[in-house]
């Protein structure tokens, strides 16, 4: 196969895509092997993709492929999510663009346009993953509205409501009124708002004296019926027992007592309004207080409120605030900042309100999944979220599950005309049930509940459900060979937002119907942001489209800027330059692979060099490819790409090929030939789960014949022992090699010119070759005396002189042994500091405190060394 001059990844991606597509290798079924099992945290049917999409499936992508050749039956399922609110929002916009109000349609009508726009919209995002390399078993594709995944989350409904943990009430939920359906705390945001104080006077019945109250809400005084005092407030003693009125329509409520109120908010009287703030509503319960909800599902004031009826919440504030000041009833207005609940899905401002909603009971079944988290059975990465979900998972409150909508899973409740209702599958069940309770009913009689459960109520069954949908609900249910084998799973790639109430809420359901966690590790990604750490959003134009990035700079520079950067829980300052090194990294591979496939080998004596050169990388290579295991094993997955970087970059190309590279138009010996295209090919390995086409395409030019056909069907390289003695005295020919460059650029010396090296110390000559070549030296001789009219320098504990004759500059030689001795003091000064804490010394593995022993005795020697030499150049100079 002909070697393009440049590397194309526009041209290499696609066909190696289809090229994979095509022969199946991404197809997982249950065998002999070890299951590696991943499911996707399914996107939104709503969604394109964005840098967060790019971030979380490239790390399950390296987790995936890697997984993949270890050996292990690796299976990604991929899969999205019908989210109820983001998607009937946009079928209603749809429609009103057409002219249709949702109003006037049938159920059955909305829900076929809404399956239309979900089959025309809703598996962009899955194609847009494969453009980034995503190696899902993509016969596996799931939605959370098939057939069989709804019939499991109506299973489950029947499941808990026959345990006794599903339960119908009022409560008070956060209302979104321009969805107009209530939502879980979990997707309210909170945001801290610039808003007013308004203080408002209530006139004291019968007197000729009022109270100032404080309010952010002056829109609701129609909705009080109290105003609440702490009874330990010595200022409002005498309002025991009074009444008060409530501005503008006259209206008597009783002033109580109660320790909730805070003195020092305010005026120390608050406005009870229960039916529009959830602390309010509490503190009702407490007093028995009556109930006036002012406000309709569109967040405009009703009947109840006499006055401004039909006005927008916000303009009657503006409004009321106006009448009251007209009335003299306008103490003064504030700026104050305050905490504002805002819907995750439409950015509406969050209105509580009381609501007839359906429950789930979470107090019980969030124990094991505490106790999963506690016990270590599943690792949060990194583990300082662990308190959190401690948090959350100990202070849990009861699942509002119903969504005033239509779009999603019906909830499974059929009413009779008294208002009682049955719980059952189909409606031939739900008239079975009802017969019990009325055997006189007719089965048109029945009707079913309008609303549909919480998107979150489906996708927390999505590790169970991808597999064997028929267990859900049926925990006694042996299961099908898939959920068998696949299940549990093994890592979780999500972010932090959505640890409680789709993270938790899987462990709860994998261990009520499986009996196990259904996954062992949780990895957490961080946001990304822009190099000034700002939220990407469009409005800023601050978020890069991932498409543009990957045209631009090929999916694996994309993968491979967005992972050096990443760490997990951390949020990333993205920045192009780091796509840029992920591309010039690609081309570095490329064009590493034409030089070496451009030699010509021949039968001919291997040049000492070569072999130590071999033998070197080798050793490097094996401590390397240990570091990556380790960094692998504990999901380091950013310091494993930049081991396998440096690696190839540091190592192979800047040291090695640089070493066996023949002379211009002569030939390579075969037996380095033949070492390099294995190291080659080794590399490629350690790089393909984060980079999987280029390496792919070169490794399909090395392997043209191979039953394999493809890389990521072959074996990641096994760990093996190695000579940590030689890795560290070519650390020393490197040190040896920069200092000879460097005063080859201090003193205009010609890289052309041959120059000799002497070496006072234990150096190993075995390594003499490979610094002739890289270093240019004519000559390498051992000495016991210091040379004279020579530049000095040091590597590790050794001497080294090059004789310069008159071109030595003691001033010059002093300063830089001087700067070296002042740097190396400081060295010594941080490595002492950390063997005297007694913590460190302790607590610290064996191996770090022997290295750093080392450093110490290193740093010494050296600084005894730099001294003589100090002392000899400054007599000399005398």
Not at 412 to 433: I, M, Q
Not at 488 to 496: F, G, K, S
Request: glycine share 6%; aromatic share 10%; proline share 4%.
């Amino acid at each position: 196969m002909e070697i393009t001059a440049k590397y194309n990844p526009v041209e290499i991606e696609d066909r190696l895509y289809a090229y994979w597509l095509e022969n199946g290798f991404f197809d997982s079924d249950p065998d002999e092997r070890k299951p590696y099992t991943v499911v996707i945290p399914p996107p939104n049917v709503t969604g394109v993709l964005h840098m967060g999409h790019m971030l979380n499936n490239t790390i399950q992508d390296v987790l995936v492929r890697r997984a993949r050749m270890l050996g292990k039956n690796a299976c990604w399922v991929p899969g999205t999510d019908h989210a109820s609110i983001a998607t009937e929002a946009k079928v209603v916009a749809k429609l009103r663009e057409q002219g249709i109000n949702k109003d006037r349609l049938t159920r059955s009508e909305f829900m076929n346009h809404a399956w239309e726009w979900t089959e025309k919209h809703g598996g962009i995002i899955l194609e847009q993953l494969k453009k980034l390399g995503a190696s899902c078993d993509w016969r596996r594709t799931r939605f959370t509205m098939d057939e069989k995944l709804s019939d499991a989350v109506i299973d489950t409904f029947i499941y808990f409501y026959n345990k006794g943990l599903i339960y119908r009430g009022v409560r008070m939920v956060n209302w979104d009124p321009v969805g107009k359906t209530a939502v879980s705390d979990e997707e309210v945001i909170h945001k801290d708002i610039n808003s007013k104080l308004y203080y408002l006077s209530y006139p004291i019945v019968g007197e000729n004296a009022s109270i100032t109250i404080a309010t952010t809400r002056p829109e609701t005084i129609m909705a009080d019926v109290a105003v609440c005092i702490n009874p330990n407030d010595e200022r409002y003693t005498q309002m025991k027992g009074k009444k008060v009125l409530i501005p503008l329509i006259n209206k008597e409520i009783p002033v109580i007592f109660d320790e909730y109120v805070s003195m020092d908010f305010g005026t120390g009287c608050l406005k009870v309004t229960p039916a529009h703030d959830i602390n309010d509503y509490t503190l009702g319960i407490k007093h028995n207080l009556p109930v006036i909800d002012i406000i309709d599902s569109d967040g405009r004031l009703n009947e109840k409120a006499q006055i401004l009826i039909g006005e927008d919440r916000f303009d009657a504030r503006k409004k009321i605030a106006e009448m009251l000041d007209d009335a003299g009833l306008l103490v003064k207005i504030e700026d104050y900042k305050s905490s504002i609940g805002f819907s995750e899905r439409t950015d509406a401002i969050i209105e509580p309100k009381l609501s007839m909603q359906w429950f789930l009971k979470m107090e019980d079944i969030a124990k094991p999944a505490l106790n999963y988290v506690l016990n270590g059975d599943i690792k949060l990465i990194p583990d300082k979220f662990k308190n959190t979900y401690k948090h959350w998972m100990e202070n849990v409150h009861d699942w509002c599950i119903s969504r005033q909508l239509w779009w999603g899973q019906r909830i499974p409740a059929w009413y009779l005309a008294d208002g009682s209702f049955v719980v059952a599958k189909t409606l031939d069940e739900a008239f079975t049930l009802a017969q019990q309770k009325n055997s006189n009913i007719k089965i048109e009689e029945l009707y079913q509940d309008e609303d549909v459960v919480d998107t979150w109520f489906s996708s927390w069954l999505w590790p169970v459900s991808v597999f064997d949908p028929a267990v859900c609900g049926h925990p006694e249910a042996k299961g099908n060979a898939d959920v068998n084998y696949y299940y549990p799973t093994n890592d979780l790639i999500t972010a932090p937002d959505i640890l409680f109430f789709w993270v938790a809420r899987m462990i709860i359901a994998g261990h009520e119907f499986r009996g196990k966690a259904p996954f062992s590790n949780v990895y957490l990604t961080g946001m990304v942001r822009d190099r000034l750490g700002r939220k990407m959003s469009k409005s800023l134009g601050n978020s890069p489209d991932p498409l543009e990035l990957i045209a631009q700079y090929g999916a694996d520079g994309v993968r491979v800027g967005m992972l050096l950067c990443s760490s997990a829980g951390n949020d990333i300052l993205y920045d192009n330059s780091q796509v840029e090194q992920g591309r010039n990294f690609c081309n570095k591979i490329w064009n590493a692979f034409r030089l070496v496939k451009s030699w010509n080998a021949e039968q001919i004596p291997q040049p000492n060099h070569a072999a130590k050169a071999i033998e070197w990388f080798n050793a490097r290579f094996n401590k390397i490819l240990k570091g990556i295991y380790d960094n692998f094993d504990k999901y380091r997955i950013s310091e494993a790409l930049m081991d396998a970087y440096k690696l190839f970059w540091d190592d192979f190309c800047a040291y090695y090929l640089e070493i066996i590279k023949p002379a211009y138009g002569s030939p390579v010996d075969k037996l380095t030939y033949t070492a390099t295209l294995n190291f080659f090919e080794n590399l490629l390995k350690i790089l393909h789960p984060f980079m999987p086409f280029i390496t792919e395409e070169i490794w399909l030019i090395l392997n043209d014949n191979s039953e394999n056909k493809t890389i990521m069907r072959t074996l990641q390289p096994e760990l093996c022992d190695f000579n940590e003695q030689t890795v560290d005295t070519f650390e020393q020919v490197k040190d040896i090699i920069i200092n000879v460059r460097a005063l080859r650029q201090n003193k205009n010396i010609s890289p052309k010119e041959n120059l000799d090296l002497f070496v006072k110390g234990d150096f190993d000559l075995s390594f003499a070759g490979i610094l002739m070549k890289l270093a240019n030296l004519s000559k390498i001789e051992k000495t016991e005396n210091v040379i004279e009219n020579a530049s000095s320098f040091l590597a590790g504990t050794n001497e080294y002189y090059i004789p310069l004759g008159n071109k030595i500059d003691i001033s010059e030689e002093l300063e830089k042994l001087e700067k070296e001795l002042e740097y190396t003091k400081g060295f010594l000064k941080v490595v002492n500091n950390k063997l005297n804490n007694e913590k460190f010394v302790a607590g610290a593995p064996a191996n770090v405190v022997a290295s750093e022993r080392k450093k110490q005795a290193d740093a010494e020697s050296k600084i005894k060394i730099l001294e003589e030499n100090i002392a000899r150049l400054q007599a000399s100079k005398v």
